[in-house]
């Protein structure tokens, strides 16, 4: 155990409130529950100072890929760090980025050909709209300026990727802040405007874009989405057919598709990348979290040839993205994301987290589904979640004022689970190492706190 003489009179708890403002958090909230003091991890479970242990069934939200203190990773960058810490990524280059580049390019879809080097997930969203921007920019379409995205989308928390994100209340503030973008509906299969069940449809929620497309797609430059999986919106799941037709509709209109894959990536949804369920190969692509297996802040901004050949030029010419970021290619990243391929190349992972999560459906549908205020379960890879209504009949949502899921998260945290819901929405996001064992603790610990709070 660390010593924690630096507090003084206080206990770590007080001392961390007096000087640390965490993220996404009201801080009046840590005076009920003052934040936990974790002191080592390994695998899917966190040790606090106390001697408590929580299983980490979000994956300390959505990184952790294999595992806390995974021993290949952790090797891989304390080697690295033998060698070289870090090194300015302009006009020089090391041996674990090119590499890196060299595994990338083998599974990532055809057409992507190059990628840029950032330190985090909303970086990297800002560069895509930033590269979509200047090529047509520089492919004599200087009107195409603006963006479409989806509603209830997320991609981070900067300026820019604040507004191709979903404009919920916390959004909203900073409207005057921000650029005007081109919302599409998303596809909602819950509540399926056209009446449709999930699974059985034509994407007939497709529409939407047809006719934004229609009415904008010449001052459009890009759109931006979350293939498959709306993450934060609450793990909304929608059709590959959709990602299909929306290859076929950007290719129609000449609008650049940019696929953020942060949370998607690397077999979370079953598959190496969310694109492969639906065969596209988009023009950009954006991948973080999962990358590094959640060890270190790295993200890389996917893109093809043809965005990359609109930028290459002579200097004087003006043509070329100068955007950089200090940490962009960290060798230490590199190395956690050099590891993580071999781990995924070697050991049947993916395969196995898919065998899991058959059997995890099956398991939570036993354990849930009739319960009186479960209204779906739904999943996709071993990502899997529990949306709670009022009334699963209407689908009416509970009054979100009522913070059941923080009641929840709050029981399920005091047994030793961390099931951080997203409003009403109740996830796992594990590890994709995750044993059954494991996951079956999670399941009957969510149940009871469920039971626990509604009964
Ligand atoms: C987490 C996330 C981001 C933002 O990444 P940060 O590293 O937190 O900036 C963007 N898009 C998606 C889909 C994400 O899940």
Redesign the pocket.
Known sequence: MRDFEFCGDLTPEQTDLKYIWHPCSQMKDYEELAPIVIDHAKGVWLYDIHGKKYLDIVSS??ANLLGHSNEIISRAISEQLRRMEHVIFANFTHAPAIQLACELAKIVPPQIKKFHFND??????ECALKMCFQFYLQTGKPRKQRFFCLTDG?????IG?LAVGSMDLYTKIYQPMMMETIPVQAPDCYRCPFGKLRGCCQCECFQAAEKAFAEHASECAAIIL?PLLQ??AGMRVYPALYLKKMRALCDAYDVKLIV?????GFGRTGKMFACDHAGISPDVM?L??GLTGGYL?M?VTCVTQEIYDAFYADYNEGKAFLHSHTYAGNPLGCAAALAVQKILREEPVIETANKNAVWLTQELEQAFETHPHVGEIRHIGLIHAIELVKDPKTKEPFDSRKRLGYAIYKRALSRGLLLRPLGNVLYFNPPLNITREELQTAINIARQSVREVLG
């Open positions: 939200w959505w985090n997930g909303s970086a990297a969203v997320y991609h981070g928390e900067t990727a979350e993450g934060s953020d894959e942060i949370a998607t954006c973080s979290k802040p993200s």
